[in-house]
């Protein structure tokens, strides 16, 4: 069972969720876990109504109730965790529902959260799993069992770099822990796995002998995907994958290797020269790298930017200079890629950022059209749209492409905030005032220290402008 987005459930569980999302903005927490609680029931693999779930549950259980309520809710928990653990080996799922049916009352219940993770892992929902693994994380920082099962699921949800600075810091408080130093390889080996797209491992097809010829090799490769290098691991890094590339002129993930180690040393020319080796191979189109060549660029202008002496009588138009350079080198690359790869719609969405930046509005409303195709931008390219009308003062179009856009967004998150703020900006521009305030008063409900929402809403009642 794979986890599922939020525009995968049915129209009628979807009005469910709209209200249950409503309820709680409105600290309506009963009805809103009802409502969630009923969704989950036909759909236990929805992430993001679960994610709901827990956050109105963690906000009634901050509402009130004491020490007293809270006694009570862990007594009257013990026959269910009982049950939950019954139900694991026929019906997993009926196990989640009971483990939430605790947190309903205790949002805090070890045991409810060490149940969702056992039920999630039999269902495979691993998002569920972190979810209830980051509270027991928590609850329990100097836990290994917790950390390394957090670790693990992290790193099932690509999250591998987080997973190893997580066992990474509890290493460093118990550095004679054989097995924390077992999980922290076994975690490094599979960081590098993921990051070199082996996907014949996850088919079943391949095997770690096919991969890591030897032991040395497996030792290197685990030391160069650790987050901390000494230059001293760096630097014989470099020089064993040198000497190698005589004997291996043709392995592109060896070029590729040698070209991340010299960015990170910021010999940046170095490291665009093996690029440009991979480049002019048969490798053939791979936006990834081109990717890696911009990102590369980039970093060689922020260094330079870094190197200027900051006392100097021109400093300021020095670094102006550069980051003219740089805005400039962006978009002419981000146009040769979007040329070259014309349907992939998430280099539309960098281009229109891009041209948004550098003050192209038509061409950046070209392609932030373009880009609402990608379900994973549409949203945050209908937020710019939006922007891009108001630059041009069509507040008509601004408005109705944020109002399209949070009929979207279901969930009240930071981008919802913009998306209300962006549109109680617009609104205050077209002279309606109070329409203007009822936007900013959706976010000041649940937010008060966003931006200036605070001083937006207190002038207006003050009888101020905000």
């Known amino acids: 069972m794979a986890e599922k987005s939020l525009n995968e459930l049915p129209r009628d569980l979807r009005g469910l969720f709209t209200k249950g999302s409503d309820a709680l903005q409105r600290e309506n927490l009963d009805y809103a876990i009802n409502l969630f609680t009923q969704i989950l029931a036909r759909e236990p693999a929805q992430y993001e109504v679960r994610k709901a779930l827990r956050t109105a549950q963690i906000k009634k259980a901050g509402s009130g109730g004491g020490f007293f309520k809270k006694m009570m809710s862990s007594a009257g928990s013990s026959p269910l965790v009982a049950k939950g653990h019954m139900a694991m080996g026929k019906n997993p799922a009926e196990a989640l529902q009971i483990a939430e049916q605790i947190l309903n009352g205790d949002p805090n219940s070890s045991a409810a959260h060490k149940l969702v993770v056992e039920a999630s892992a039999a269902l495979e929902l691993p998002r569920t799993a972190v979810m209830s693994l980051e509270n027991l994380a928590r609850n329990s920082p100097k836990d290994r069992d917790v950390a390394i099962k957090f670790a693990n699921a992290l790193a099932d949800t690509g999250q591998t770099g987080r997973a190893e600075s997580i066992l990474a810091d509890l290493y460093r408080s118990f550095p004679d822990d054989n097995d924390l130093a077992q999980a922290l390889k076994d975690l490094s080996a599979r960081k590098t796995l993921d990051e070199g797209g082996y996907q014949a491992l996850a088919d079943g097809t391949g095997s770690y002998r096919d991969i890591l010829k030897d032991k040395e090799e497996a030792i290197s490769l ?27 002129p043709k392995n592109l993930k060896l070029i590729r290797s040698l070209a991340e180690l010299y960015t990170q040393k910021k010999q940046f020319d170095k490291a665009l020269g093996y690029y440009e080796m991979i480049k002019s191979s048969d490798v053939g189109a791979d936006a990834s790298l081109d990717r890696n060549i911009a990102d590369t660029m980039v970093r060689k202008f922020d260094h330079q930017a870094a190197q200027l002496d900051s006392s100097a009588p021109d400093h300021a138009d020095k670094v102006a200079a550069l980051e003219a350079e740089k805005q400039a080198y962006q978009l002419a690359e981000c146009q040769k890629r979007a040329e070259r790869f014309p349907t992939d719609l998430q280099i539309r969405f960098e281009l229109g950022q891009l041209c948004f930046q550098a003050g192209k509005i038509g061409e950046a409303i070209q392609e932030f059209q373009k880009a609402k195709g990608n379900p994973h931008r549409r949203i945050a390219a209908m937020n710019f749209l939006a922007q891009c009308f108001t630059k041009r003062k069509m507040f008509d179009l601004a408005t109705r492409t944020l109002q399209e856009a949070l009929k979207e967004k279901l969930i009240f998150d930071e981008e919802k905030k913009e998306l209300i703020y962006n549109l109680g900006g617009v609104l205050d521009a077209m002279g309606k005032k109070d329409e203007a305030i009822k936007q900013f008063e959706l976010i000041y409900e649940v937010d008060i220290n966003y931006r200036d929402i605070a001083a937006k809403v207190d002038a207006f009642y003050a009888g101020g402008q905000s």
Do not use: G, H, M, W
């Open 222 to 248: 685990e030391q160069q995907n650790r987050q901390v290098k000494t230059e001293d691991v760096t630097e014989r890094l470099i020089n064993e994958y040198e000497t190698r590339l005589q004997a291996e």
